[in-house]
């Protein structure tokens, strides 16, 4: 890759009440709709807001006031899942959908807008303890305003050289300024679903 790429380990996992993850051991919380928010490192922060101001003339007024009052502490990522309680049929098969946000986000004085979102949406079926793609994945990353997208890869991966049980979707990507599209800055996404239909999810991008 032509950039590092800030790591940000997000994990939110979902599952009804009392279960056990089957990947990495992690004991699940009940939720079906989740959003979990963490701080961007200095860094990363700073390349946001450089290219946030690049696009000032284009800001509302009050996404201008935001960016000029901003520090490079004053940046977050917020993962969002939207997962789809199955139908009576669907259940009837295991199965279910998953869809994801990334949201990149600039915030002043409590009050913030979302610079770069990137989405993963996918469903899943299980048997009670192996998980197979059912749908998807679908991939898209936003930005905004000079800065292009193009997807590297989006689709499903299983770990351990194919022997887990359960099942990740990703997306790679990368976003460029229309000016110069040969400058490369990468991220990633990735969700992990495992058989009780729990997942963690976490993304990385475009360090500055």
């Not at 899943?124 to 793609?133: A, E, K, L, P, T």
Request: aromatic letters at 14%; glycine letters at 10%; proline letters at 4%.
């Amino acid at each position: 890759m032509k950039s590092l790429l800030l790591r940000l380990a997000i994990s939110t996992m979902v599952a009804s009440a009392g279960w056990i993850a089957v990947g990495p051991g992690q004991v699940l919380v009940a939720a079906a709709n989740t959003t979990q928010t963490k701080a961007l490192d200095a860094a990363s922060c700073g390349g946001l807001l450089a290219l946030a101001r690049a696009d000032r003339p284009r800001l509302t007024p009050g996404q201008r006031a935001i960016v000029d009052h901003a520090t490079v502490n004053s940046c977050r990522l917020i993962t969002t899942m939207n997962h789809a309680q199955p139908t009576s049929q669907d259940a009837l098969a295991g199965c279910s959908g998953f869809w994801v946000t990334f949201s990149y986000t600039i915030y002043w004085n409590n009050i913030g807008f979302d610079y770069l979102k990137d989405r993963v949406n996918g469903g899943f079926c299980s048997d009670g303890y192996w998980v197979s793609r059912d749908w998807g994945p679908d991939c898209q990353t936003t930005q905004f305003w000079l800065w292009g997208s193009a997807n590297d890869w989006c689709g499903n991966y299983r770990p351990n050289g194919g022997a887990a049980p359960y099942l990740q979707m990703g997306h790679n990507f990368h976003i460029f300024p229309y000016s110069a599209p040969w400058i490369n800055k990468y991220g990633y996404s990735r969700v992990e679903v495992y058989s009780n239909f729990g997942y963690s999810a976490w993304g990385a991008c475009c360090y500055f």
